[in-house]
């Protein structure tokens, strides 16, 4: 007899603030091949020698600028929307995280303790990058077939441009948004350039012409870059807002290697410095509000933009636990049940 169940799966996050959780955390994260993917000798190097002495205190303090009563918002967002799922569908509802915790390993263990059979993995990322969306189902799919390999498994691909998701991100951040706003700022989390590169197949498409991202090709299903511009473009087709009131950028840097550009806080300088005054800024790379979100758009980008001549930023929240975007999760579990 088939016993279903659905699997959030999504970043996560330290345990605390302290120091010492933030460091396990960060080496657990930075170890990932997918995210530093570099020799795996100079990775332990690097993060014994250079990051880890110095980051995780660093880290702390920002992610002390953030932390609720209840927790790291991350989670405690992660655990509602799995809350408000439940509601709605008529199995079981897990959540993992690819880092910290609750563990991806520790939820398949009680998958299989419950004795699912069937399970509708959802990885809470938009858009596809190596170091998110595919470390995430390679962690879920390794824990799976060493813990129960005949549990089947069905994969949410990317939605980056799945007309629903985007009907929840316009419903989701329309009533943050304000006729005098000069510009909208899509701030998506940045890769690495070499990411993108690896995930296209033909090695010849992707940041080798200068109308990559526009050109139809194959390599558009793992191209995070290409995916961020449809989401956009969805964005605005679908609220109406003037296409030359928005602008895109990338956050997050990590080391000095080149990443996608152009950087959101050399963008937001540049707004300050030319004159604009009022200006929202959204990340539709997290379904979540984050550190990332929060504290780095939030505060520091604040700060950056009025430092610079800016008169008034506000961060649109991410969709959060919107009823649009549980409504979006709860009809494709639904979904996926009636075709078992």
């Known amino acids: 007899m088939k016993k279903p169940a659905a699997l959030l799966l999504n970043l996560g996050s330290p345990d605390s603030t302290e120091v010492a959780d933030v460091r396990r955390y960060l080496d657990e994260f930075l170890n990932d ?18 990051i880890l002495p110095k980051r995780p205190q660093e880290s702390a303090e920002a992610y002390s600028e953030v932390w609720t009563k209840e927790g790291s918002p991350l989670i405690v ?3 509602k929307q799995q809350e408000l799922v439940s509601k709605d569908v ?15 390993a520790s939820v398949v263990k009680q998958m299989v ?16 990058a190596m170091s998110s969306y595919e470390s ?5 799919m390794e824990e799976i077939n060493a813990q129960k390999p005949s549990m089947r498994t069905e994969l949410v691909q990317p939605f980056y441009q799945d007309d629903d998701y985007i009907s929840a991100l316009v419903d989701s951040a329309k009533p943050h948004m304000e006729s005098d706003d000069e510009l909208l700022l899509f701030s998506f989390h940045g890769i690495p350039e070499r990411h993108i590169k690896k995930s296209d197949p033909s090695h010849a498409h992707c940041l080798v012409r200068e109308d990559c991202c526009v050109t139809a090709n194959p390599c558009h299903a793992t191209c995070y870059r290409h995916q961020c511009y449809e989401t956009v473009k969805a964005f605005i087709e679908k609220s109406g807002i003037p296409k030359e009131k928005t602008a895109v950028s990338f956050q997050s840097r990590l080391l000095r290697d080149p990443w996608l550009s152009p950087y959101t806080d050399f963008e937001l300088k540049r707004f300050g410095r030319e004159g604009i005054k009022k200006i929202k800024v959204m990340c539709p790379a997290f379904v979540s ?52």
């Not at 505060?299 to 969709?319: H, N, R, S």
């Open 136 to 140: 995430a189902v390679v962690k879920a």
């Open 90 to 104: 008529d199995m079981p509802v897990y959540l993992g995280m690819r880092y910290g915790n609750p563990s991806t």
């Open 77 to 79: 967002t992660s655990k």
């Open 289 to 340: 509000d984050c550190l990332e979100t929060i504290e780095e758009i939030g505060m520091t980008g604040v700060e950056q933009f009025i430092e610079a001549g800016g008169k008034d930023m506000d961060l649109i929240p991410c969709m959060n636990d919107h009823p649009s975007w549980i409504e979006f999760l709860t009809n494709r579990i639904n979904t996926w049940q009636k075709s078992l």
């Open 113 to 128: 303790a419950d004795g699912i059979t069937d399970v509708f993995i959802i990885p809470l990322y938009p858009h596809y």
């Open 33 to 50: 091949e997918r995210v530093l993917d570099i020799n795996p000798i100079v990775r332990k190097l690097l993060l014994k020698l250079v």
